[in-house]
């Protein structure tokens, strides 16, 4: 089956740096996207990457090693709007996304 | 610009009621799709399609149908609520449904409590 993994939960602090890693098995990989999620707000798109290495967007950067399945999101000098769900997605073969259940982060004063 | 536009964001109906939540978007995307977002679980394909006149099913079509009928708009019909399908329902769209950088652009949700 295809599944990915992230961690429900992490809290930080205001002006720190966190990574949020995502571990995905599916059938094909035709590329791997971060979105953030407000509370009550809908998905916006972060990242994509479809080659191994480290795209960077501002205070915002993406990481991926498809050798080993594996994806993470770090979020430097952080504010307090930076308080959201993270979802990762895998573009699967057949191009369909095949999300995770979203990471909950929290930032503390 | 709009974007996508979905209504109404909020809605109770009874078991055994029917409904359409509409969804509208003016970007000229080929791609729409409907999701629903249930706590604890990532967001999951209800019913897509990849141009007027085309639809396909997703992970969880069942309870539900959709038409294409123009570019624009892609409303998803209840056919008769159960309170399995309470949750927040997302309409999304993108310009090419089979390219890897397949970026999606959501509507703000729609609400759907069934009693």
């Known amino acids: 089956g295809q599944n990915i993994d992230q961690p429900t939960e992490m809290t930080a602090t205001e002006g720190a740096i966190v990574q949020i890693n995502c571990t995905y098995q599916t059938s094909g990989f035709n590329g791997l996207f971060w979105y953030q999620q407000h509370a009550g707000e809908a998905p916006t798109f972060l990242s994509y990457n479809v080659l191994d290495g480290l795209e960077e967007k501002g205070r915002f950067s993406s990481f991926l090693s498809r050798s080993k399945g594996y994806s993470y999101l770090l979020l430097k000098e952080l504010q307090m709007k930076d308080s959201a769900s993270y979802l990762c997605?895998?573009?699967?073969?057949?191009?369909?996304?095949?999300w995770g259940a979203g990471t909950k982060l929290i930032i503390k004063p | 610009n709009a974007g996508v536009t979905q209504t109404p964001k909020f809605q109770v109906l009874k078991t055994g009621q029917s409904m359409t939540l509409q969804c509208a978007q003016d970007?000229?995307?080929?791609?729409m799709s409907w999701y629903r977002q249930d706590p604890g679980m990532g967001l999951r394909l209800i019913h897509y399609?990849?141009?007027?006149?085309?639809?396909d099913q997703g992970e969880v079509p069942n309870g539900y149908n959709v038409s294409r009928s123009t570019t624009e708009d892609f409303p998803l019909r209840l056919l008769s609520a159960a309170p399995s399908q309470t949750s927040v329902y997302f309409c999304?769209?993108?310009?090419?449904?089979?390219?890897?950088?397949?970026?999606?652009?959501f509507g703000a949700g729609s609400r759907l409590t069934v009693l």
């Open positions: 970007m000229n995307h080929e791609y």
């Open positions: 997605a895998v573009m699967d073969s057949n191009y369909q996304l095949i």
């Open positions: 399609s990849v141009g007027a006149g085309i639809t």
């Open positions: 999304a769209s993108s310009y090419s449904p089979g390219s890897g950088a397949n970026v999606l652009t």
